[in-house]
């Protein structure tokens, strides 16, 4: 679910598991309550009416439509289970006004529903009790251990969560609605007497899943991009997909009586963050990303193309955290510099994970050592990226070969791993060693070089593991 750290590819519910390796049970997209207070956002990234586009000028426009939408939904005709605590007559009457918002999401979206869409409307006590299910279900504790024993390893765990307990807990406590593609379900929660205003963002963000997911079927191109490919992509395919809703669903914010916003957004700030607030700065960054981020890289597509830009963004996806951050780059589908797969092997032990960190994961990465402005320079100049990680008991290793698109793009990184290791990892002192600086501390193992544009980083709770990893990338 947290997407853009490295090793982050297994996307259970929102994308916000900070894993890579493994396919998920099932893709579901959450919406999280801290999205509404990303309003300020929605305005930094230029969220505005949706506009066509002829040639290459955007105008504004009225609502075209070369589809035939849905014309009228008749009371209680959206299909669905309801919680018994909901009466028959409120759970009708909860039908219409989310049929209402149907229709309203196709004038918006300016696509038809291929289906009328499934929505289960649960109680609030109902709906924690079936996110905490999902969660217990899609996540695997000994997959996330051995996460854990690898952030650990790189200094942004230190030890004092347990990574699977608490990504329970952090959902179980800020998801407030969601989409399964596979089973095409909304699931939403409902107060005693009604939708509030809250409630209905939620519902407007997940009816722009359901609604792109009949017209693009994402969840098999992301399925494929989990466990073929590079992780990093995937990461970049949710961001898509969860700013496209973000942005439709600020559009919605801003349509609404500015009593009932002002309800809205004051309802969100309500929420209670207790574990929200407990986790580390990255993983609070990661659970915003493909909100924030991919707010930002929707609304700058609108603006340059109108909701085509984003229909045909669904159709030749972005393939990069990169390209996420810098549209500019998506636009000329600037692609990550040739990289060959790492070979690396450790006899004995489990090759746990391999992928790409991206721009983004490296980002998350020095979050906690280098002030973020720093963070981002360091991050910036990525061109690819390869990483094996490995596990043997309690141990946990890994091989990580970039390659920046300048040689001072690998400087500025190379600078900023070591004042990282030196702060977070507890590697003791450096020592120059065959070029480049190895740090021999009494737990962790940890050598960079930098040869021209690229970079190796080797780091092991294992010395012996570290010589060998080292060995093998050359260095």
Not at 119 to 135: H, K, P, Q, W, Y
Not at 184 to 192: A, F, K, N
Request: charged content about 20%; proline content about 5%; hydrophobic content about 40%.
């Amino acid at each position: 679910m947290l997407t853009g750290t490295p090793l982050r590819g297994r996307r259970v519910t929102l994308a916000v598991v900070p894993t890579r390796s493994r396919t998920p049970r099932a893709l579901r997209l959450l919406v999280v309550a801290l999205v509404l207070v990303l309003v300020g956002a929605a305005c930094e990234s230029g969220v505005s009416e949706p506009t066509t586009a002829t040639g290459g000028a955007t105008t504004t426009a009225p609502v075209v439509t070369t589809t035939t939408l849905l014309t009228s939904i008749p009371p209680g005709s959206i299909p669905g289970a309801t919680s018994p605590s909901i009466s028959q007559e409120v759970a009708q009457a909860l039908r219409h006004e989310i049929g209402m918002l149907v229709l309203e999401v196709e004038e918006a979206r300016r696509l038809p529903y291929l289906r009328i869409p499934t929505v289960t409307i649960l109680d609030e006590t109902d709906f924690a009790a079936r996110v905490r299910t999902s969660m217990e279900e899609d996540l695997d504790p000994v997959e996330l251990a051995g996460d854990q024993a690898i952030f650990e390893l790189l200094g942004m765990l230190d030890g004092s969560i347990d990574l699977y307990e608490f990504l329970i807990e952090l959902f179980t406590e800020q998801v407030a609605g969601f989409y399964d593609p596979d089973s095409e379900e909304l699931v939403i929660s409902v107060s005693g007497d009604g939708i509030t205003p809250l409630q209905r963002v939620v519902i407007v963000h997940e009816l722009i899943h359901a609604l792109t997911d009949q017209h693009f079927d994402f969840n098999d191109v992301y399925e494929a991009r989990i466990e073929d490919s590079s992780g990093d992509d995937a990461s970049s395919l949710l961001a898509l997909v969860e700013g496209d809703a973000t942005y439709q669903q600020f559009l919605y914010l801003e349509s609404m009586d500015p009593g009932e916003a002002a309800e809205a957004v004051l309802e969100s700030l309500s929420f209670d963050t207790t574990v929200y607030d407990s986790a580390p700065a990255w993983i609070k960054q990661e659970l915003a990303f493909p909100y924030e981020q991919g707010l930002a890289f929707a609304g700058f597509l609108i603006n340059e193309n109108g909701l085509r830009g984003i229909d045909e963004a669904y159709l030749r996806p972005p393939i990069s955290s990169e390209q996420i951050l810098h549209p500019h780059k998506y636009l000329r589908f600037e692609r990550p510099t040739e990289l060959a797969p790492l070979k690396a092997t450790l006899e004995g032990w489990e090759l746990f994970d391999e992928g790409t960190f991206g721009e983004w994961g490296i980002r998350m990465l020095l979050i906690g050592s280098t002030r973020p402005g720093k963070a981002t320079q360091a991050a910036a100049g990525w061109g690819n990226d390869r990483y094996r990680a490995f596990l043997s008991g309690d141990d946990a290793a890994i091989a990580w070969v970039y390659e920046g698109e300048t040689i001072q793009d690998a400087e500025d990184l190379a600078t900023a791993l070591i004042a990282h290791v030196r702060s977070s990892m507890n590697a003791g002192a450096p020592q120059e060693s065959g070029g480049g600086l190895l740090f021999d501390g009494e737990s962790t193992y940890v050598f960079i070089d930098r040869v021209d544009e690229r970079i190796y980083f080797v780091a092991s709770t294992d010395p012996m593991a570290g010589v060998s990893l080292r060995e093998q990338l050359g260095v």
